[in-house]
């Protein structure tokens, strides 16, 4: 049986980069149907059953009457109950069967992610090949956000691959000096690209990354985009 040192929680945020209800916030794929709202309220509740109606509704950026039309929904399946210490100072408590509902319903979403995720990783196997067979295994990521971390998680969970990231460039001297899960993010002047496959991880400046990296001297069969086929 495989034992594990972390909570669940952890091994979410090890993962895809975020606890629970970071990930049910900042999806932009995802729609949001009612058993993903019906999965973020009570995820939300059961971690504080002091919070108020109205700092639900900030945290989940929906109208206050929603929130309580959800918790009413939520009472009537006996998800939850109210604990009213008076009438403007209400606990919500999560009851076993609303704890039962939370976790099938945070394994279903994280069965949907795990496909999607096994998805993501057939698909960039296929450029992880191509690199392979250039003979060169030192990659600089050009491009410093959610792609190249997506990347560096792929390449790390490999195991059998001798692909090794040495650093991630980016043209935004805000991010440059930073460190993106322990790789320095670096300006692309400042560096020496030979013996390197440069592996463009960003989808909208492709081009004008190109066209720097040409100047730069680079050579063309070096270049490669995470995107292309």
């Known amino acids: 049986m495989v034992q594990y040192n972390h909570s669940f929680d952890e091994r979410m945020i090890i993962l895809f980069g975020g606890s629970p209800i970071d990930i049910l916030k900042n999806t932009t794929l995802f729609h949001p149907t009612a058993e ?27 109208a206050t009457s929603m929130i309580n039309q959800y918790i009413k929904q939520l009472e009537e399946k006996q998800f939850l109950v ?74 790390n969970e490999r195991g059998d691959t ?33 013996n390197h496959i440069i592996l463009i991880t960003s989808y909208t400046y492709e081009q004008q990354i190109r066209k720097k990296l040409k100047t730069l001297k680079v050579p063309e069969e070096n270049i490669l985009n995470v995107f292309e086929r």
């Open 36 to 62: 993903l709202k019906e999965l973020m309220v009570l995820e939300m509740l059961d971690k504080d059953t002091n919070i108020t109606q109205k700092e639900l509704s900030n945290k989940l950026s929906v």
């Open 82 to 155: 109210k604990d009213k210490k008076s009438s403007r100072n209400v606990n919500y408590i999560v009851t076993s069967r609303g704890i039962k509902r939370k976790k099938y319903l945070l394994m279903t979403y994280v069965y949907e992610l795990l496909q999607l995720y096994n998805l993501a990783k057939d698909s960039f196997d296929f450029i992880f090949t191509k690199i392979e067979s250039k003979k060169i295994n030192n990659i600089l990521l050009y491009g410093g956000g959610e792609v190249a971390e997506t990347v560096i998680n792929l390449i």
């Open 162 to 194: 001798d692909l090794k990231i040495t650093a991630i460039i980016d043209d935004d001297d805000k991010k440059q000096g930073d460190k993106l899960l322990g790789y320095e993010i670096v300006d692309p002047r400042k560096l020496n690209y030979s």
